[in-house]
């Protein structure tokens, strides 16, 4: 059962990556594809492909200038073809779908991709090429160090979006890159294909830089110039929509930023707090902190147990289908962790919770089951219903993660 449960889990995530011709096999003789996704670009494709070839053909690279066009209804594959491009149409709409069957497309060992809006000089890309001949197998231009023209980026996206979805990138993965949504890069596309990226949309800008560090591939950064776009079109990009996609696919890559700290936090905060009210009221000034006060806390140490519980499963499921890699600490704990260690950690929290039950049914018999003192009562059936409820959400966890069992998927890594 498990090894098909695996296989289901894997068929499943194989169903959801962009349906793209499979990538050919690369040409000796072109070393550089120069990849512009397109949609409607009729205004600037051209003007694009131009200064690519020409780039080609003043650095006398052997490569090729690919348009991957993604259902345009404006003449711009045409338009592309007759300036010198080839083109390959992608059927499933998004940006990331166009990008991804585009590098798959690609003849040349190194793939430089941008928009073919005009917004960046494809007649200079000899720093991306650079870098990619030193061995680096993902290469971010830097719009912030390049420079960005008056009326080239939204002040929103400059001084909001960007930075803020950048820190967040660099925060959560430890990442170094400064500009994590430069649309001008480059690529090692054998590397790059084996991340196995699946992103339909804006998104795909994050996931190749994020899937890229986990694999500890070597990414350079460098310097380049963002222009205002040469289309008088509504550009496709949604701020608010695309920005939550982004920052969305950062959290659901991170369990441990998006879980495990903050459950963490709360486990720390709402224990501590059940200990310190547990003797007595704690007043600061005129301030009372009491019994409700604990029923809060005990609130927020059963929400942290949750929390880290999903993010171990979160985890590991993300192992399992290929989209995280084995993390030190999760091989450290799948070492230690058997089902019958978990059962057995559960059920001491609930026993515990249900001595501190069993010792407050003895103090109400003490006083024939009449009414008893409600703050003493309520400071030892907090900490008995918190204790009981997490011993049990530990028991279920544990089933749960023997039933992914990811030893079993992944035995070289635990």
Not at 191 to 217: D, Q
Request: with cysteine.
């Amino acid at each position: 059962m498990e090894s098909a449960i695996t296989s289901a889990v894997a068929t499943a995530g194989a169903s959801r990556q962009p349906q793209v011709a499979a990538p050919p096999i690369e040409s000796s003789s072109l070393e550089l594809t120069i990849l512009m996704p397109c949609l409607n670009e009729a205004e600037t494709v051209a003007t694009c492909v131009r200064k690519a070839r020409g780039f080609l053909e003043r650095t006398a690279i052997e490569g090729e200038v690919l348009v991957a066009d993604n259902g345009s209804s404006d003449g711009s594959p045409e338009l592309a073809r007759a300036a010198g491009a080839r083109v390959v149409h992608i059927s499933q709409k998004g940006y990331g779908s166009a990008l991804l069957g585009g590098i798959r497309a690609a003849r040349g060992k190194f793939v430089i991709m941008a928009d073919a809006d005009d917004s960046y000089d494809f007649s200079q890309l000899d720093l991306f090429v650079d870098s990619l001949r030193a061995r680096n197998e993902l290469v971010i231009g830097h719009r912030f160090r390049g420079g960005i023209r008056p009326g080239a980026m939204p002040a929103l996206h400059r001084y909001l979006g960007n930075p803020l979805l950048s820190f967040a990138g660099r925060l959560f993965f430890s990442s170094r890159i400064g500009d994590f949504h430069c649309g001008l890069r480059g690529i090692n596309r054998a590397a790059v294909l084996n991340l196995g990226l699946s992103s339909p949309g804006m998104e795909f800008a994050s996931e190749m830089i994020v899937k890229a560090t986990l694999a500890r591939l070597r990414i350079a950064e460098v310097p380049t110039t963002l222009s205002p776009a040469g289309r008088s079109r509504p550009p496709h990009l949604r701020s608010w929509r695309d920005g939550w996609r982004h920052l969305r696919f950062l959290l659901m890559m991170t369990p441990r930023w998006l879980m495990l700290y903050p459950g963490l936090t709360l486990i720390g905060i709402g224990t501590a707090a059940q200990v310190a009210l547990y003797p007595a009221p704690i007043f600061v000034g005129r301030v009372g902190f009491d019994i409700h006060t604990m029923l809060y806390a005990a609130g927020a140490t059963v929400l942290g147990v949750q929390l880290v519980l999903f993010s171990i499963l979160a985890r590991s499921v993300g192992v399992l289908k290929n989209i995280l890699p084995m993390s030190r600490a999760l091989a450290r704990f799948l070492r230690l962790f058997t089902l019958e260690r978990g059962i057995l950690a559960g059920l001491s929290l609930g026993l515990a919770g249900f001595g501190l039950a069993v010792y407050s049914l003895g103090r109400w018999a003490s006083v024939e089951l009449g009414p008893l003192d409600p703050p003493a009562m309520m400071r030892v059936a907090i900490p008995s219903v918190t204790l009981m409820l997490t011993g049990a959400e530990i028991v279920f966890a544990s089933f749960m993660l023997s039933f992914i069992d990811l030893r079993a998927a992944c035995p070289g890594d635990s």
